[in-house]
Each structure stands twice: as structure tokens, then as C-alpha cells.
């Protein structure tokens, strides 16, 4: 069981608005702003999308962006593309001694 | 543009130990980052492992903690991790990654491609 709560699947449209939501504690998503947010396709390495719960990385498209209210942090692509289908992954620093915590992960499909 | 780059066996037989090493290109590996090992079991989430910094300062995992050990090489610009008595559960893709400019930051912004590592007799 992860420490991080995401859905396990969502899915849109292309041209609509999803968001996919990663739930924690006041000791790790609620208490600080550490969220990253990470894209994975098939046979990929991961890739950072989202950091310190809203800041985009360079080169990221701004269709994406991040939030946070309470425990729950969430992710919003806009514009749904094929090219968004893919699993995301959050993380979070946490006080607890594990540091970093990621959830399940959330599978995104673009019917 | 900074690139990672695992390497080691892919098959490990049980009760021993994994060795990998992550060569950085393009950077220092004394730049002020953090550097890191997560993994993936097949089909499955991702799974912090340890963190260290040029300085030599560690982090573990607390569950995998007393079987594993990070090390850093500055004057080879690399790091590696050794993963003791392994199991079947072991079994996973491990990814070395940048990890962010002080502990709290955690944000893995360059990756390696991920190696599979199979724990089998």
C-alpha cells in the first residue's frame, strides 16, 4: 500500500480537462510544499512534470499544472492530448523517517 | 546536457548482492545536487531507495535500509548502490536520478534509462 493515495485510473477526452488527485498527511503533502509530479509512458524513465507543488521545468508544456489544498494535492492536464496517456506518479518529502513518499500511480487513457 | 547512465548485471542469483553504477555526463557530480536510486518492480509503482550527496551525506529507505549502501565516486563523476541478500522481490528496474538541490526538494529532474535487474537461480 502506497503512502500517497491516487486513483488508479482516469481518463478524457482529447481537447478536455482532467485531474488527477494525491492524497497524504499534515506530515508529508499537507505540511510541506515538496510535491513532485511525474509522467511515465511504457518502457520509459520517468519524467518530471511538477515540483514544490506548482513550478513547471523547463521544456514542460503548460497544459500542466499543479495545486495543493490540505493533504491533497492535484494535477491538472488541460487540452488533453494523445501524447498525455501515460501513468503519473506523485511524491512528497515527509517528515517520517522514509523522507519521500510517492503514491500508486494513476493511469491516465485519452479515449 | 546532463545525461545518466546505469550499469551493471541484470541478473543476480538469490541471497546475493547487486551492485549498480550510475556514470553522470555533462555535469559534476559535485554541482550542489543530491543524487539517488529509485526502483520499479515490473507492473508496479515507484520506490525511493537511497539518496546521497558529494559531501558523502546518506539517506535510506528505512524499510530497505539495512541492506543497502550508497556510495559516491567524485573523482570518477559517478555513485553506486549495493543491494545485499536479495530476494525475488528485489526484482525490478532500478533508475538512478538527480534529486534536487537540498533533501526536502525531492524532485528527480534527470534520469537515467533504468536498468532490469532479475534476481534468479
Known amino acids: 500500500q502506497s503512502a500517497l493515495t491516487q486513483p488508479a485510473s482516469v481518463s478524457g477526452s482529447p481537447g478536455q480537462s482532467i485531474t488527477i488527485s494525491c492524497t497524504g498527511t499534515s506530515s508529508d503533502v499537507g505540511g510541506y510544499n515538496y510535491v513532485s509530479w511525474y509522467q511515465q509512458h511504457p518502457g520509459k524513465a520517468p519524467k518530471l512534470m511538477i515540483y514544490?507543488?506548482?513550478n513547471r521545468p523547463s521544456g514542460v508544456s503548460n497544459r500542466f499544472s499543479g495545486s495543493k489544498s490540505g493533504n491533497t494535492a492535484s494535477l491538472t492536464i488541460s487540452g488533453l492530448q494523445a501524447e498525455d496517456e501515460a501513468d503519473y506518479y506523485c511524491s512528497s518529502y515527509t517528515i517520517a523517517n522514509t523522507l519521500v513518499v510517492f503514491g500508486g500511480g494513476t493511469k491516465l487513457t485519452v479515449l | 546536457q546532463l545525461q545518466l547512465q546505469e550499469s551493471g548485471p541484470g541478473l543476480v542469483k538469490p541471497s546475493e548482492t547487486l551492485s549498480l553504477t550510475c556514470t553522470v555526463s555533462g555535469d559534476s557530480i559535485r554541482s550542489g545536487y543530491y543524487w539517488g536510486w529509485i526502483r520499479q518492480p515490473p507492473g508496479k509503482g515507484l520506490e525511493w531507495i537511497a539518496m546521497i550527496y558529494y559531501s558523502g551525506s546518506t539517506y535510506y529507505n528505512p524499510s530497505l535500509r539495512s541492506r543497502v549502501t550508497i556510495s559516491i565516486d567524485t573523482s570518477k563523476n559517478q555513485f553506486s548502490l549495493r543491494l545485499s541478500s536479495v530476494t525475488a522481490a528485489d526484482t525490478a528496474v532500478y533508475y538512478c536520478?538527480?534529486?534536487?538541490?537540498?533533501?526536502?526538494?525531492?524532485?528527480?529532474?534527470?534520469w537515467g534509462q533504468g536498468t532490469l535487474v532479475t534476481v534468479s537461480s
Open positions: 536520478a538527480r534529486n534536487g538541490l537540498f533533501v526536502e526538494q525531492q524532485m528527480a529532474d534527470y
Open positions: 514544490e507543488v506548482t
